[in-house]
């Protein structure tokens, strides 16, 4: 409980340092803090109750900050999905903790069941090992297939028009500047307008602070925006 409170405490600052500087607070989620709670849902069982003020300091306070959007049900799960199925890959950790468990269980059974068996022989030891790797490579195509069983399910509830946004997201390349480091000696740092904004177009969302005309007299909209 106290890792958890301590996370919690984590994402709060994070969703401070969110307001002027998004596309780095992302970041330092997805390709660091997350990466804690996940190490602690593969070794650890039971723990979804525990976690669930961490995926509400997740859903009301740095989704909303990094996207400037409020964030329901539906796009919750939609955001939830690794960014090559259309996400921005932050899951809720109370629907991934046990299913994470439950893969890495299957994978250690090959050499738990060797080290219990009291086995010494190299023979045996590279048995386990080849045998452990099938296993690994079976969970992760099961995960795969999962993943994307739910995003299919998922694109029922969507309008037509996410959907479209849904696919256009899944699109090879499509989503390589949401999972790059924002570096800024190679240029892949976006300002908190152009993250916003850049989020706002993956999704279909209206940007904020549009203005009502365009310079040529025309109503101001993303289409006319992208071809004026």
Same mark, same amino acid.
């Given at each position: 409980?106290?890792?958890?409170?301590?996370?919690?405490?984590?994402?709060?600052?994070?969703?401070?340092?969110?307001?002027?500087?998004?596309?780095?607070?992302?970041?330092?989620?997805?390709?660091?803090?997350?990466?804690?709670?996940?190490?602690?849902?593969?070794?650890?069982?039971?723990?979804?109750?525990?976690?669930?003020?961490?995926?509400?300091?997740?859903?009301?306070d740095f989704l909303h900050s990094i996207t400037g959007q409020f964030?329901?049900?539906?796009?919750?799960?939609?955001?939830?999905?690794?960014?090559?199925?259309?996400?921005?890959?932050?899951?809720?950790?109370?629907?991934?903790?046990?299913?994470?468990? #439950?893969?890495?269980?299957?994978?250690? *059974?090959?050499?738990?069941? +060797?080290?219990?068996? @009291?086995?010494?022989? $190299?023979?045996?030891?590279?048995?386990?090992?080849?045998?452990?790797?099938?296993?690994?490579?079976?969970?992760?195509?099961?995960?795969?297939?999962?993943?994307?069983?739910?995003?299919?399910?998922?694109?029922?509830?969507?309008?037509?028009?996410?959907?479209?946004?849904?696919?256009?997201?899944?699109?090879?390349?499509?989503?390589?500047?949401?999972?790059?480091?924002?570096?800024?000696?190679?240029?892949?740092?976006?300002?908190?307008?152009?993250?916003?904004?850049?989020?706002? #177009?993956?999704?279909?969302?209206?940007? *904020?602070?549009?203005?009502? +005309?365009?310079?040529? @007299?025309?109503?101001? $909209?993303?289409?006319?925006?992208?071809?004026?």
């Amino acid at each position: 409980l106290s890792k958890v409170q301590k996370w919690v405490n984590d994402i709060t600052e994070l969703t401070k340092f969110a307001k002027t500087q998004p596309h780095a607070a992302f970041a330092a989620l997805t390709h660091g803090l997350a990466g804690e709670w996940n190490y602690l849902s593969r070794t650890h069982a039971l723990l979804e109750d525990h976690l669930r003020p961490l995926e509400r300091a997740l859903r009301t306070d740095f989704l909303h900050s990094i996207t400037g959007q409020f964030v329901g049900d539906v796009e919750r799960e939609l955001l939830g999905l690794p960014a090559r199925l259309g996400g921005i890959a932050i899951p809720d950790p109370t629907t991934v903790a046990k299913p994470a468990f #439950l893969a890495t269980s299957k994978i250690v *059974k090959p050499m738990v069941e +060797h080290i219990v068996a @009291g086995r010494r022989s $190299t023979a045996h030891f590279r048995e386990a090992v080849s045998h452990q790797q099938d296993v690994t490579v079976q969970v992760r195509k099961d995960r795969a297939e999962q993943l994307q069983c739910q995003a299919n399910t998922l694109r029922e509830k969507l309008d037509r028009k996410t959907q479209r946004a849904m696919t256009l997201a899944q699109e090879k390349g499509a989503s390589t500047w949401l999972t790059a480091l924002p570096l800024e000696s190679h240029g892949f740092s976006l300002s908190k307008g152009d993250f916003r904004d850049a989020l706002c #177009l993956r999704y279909g969302w209206l940007p *904020k602070h549009l203005p009502t +005309h365009c310079s040529d @007299g025309q109503s101001f $909209t993303i289409e006319h925006a992208l071809s004026c």
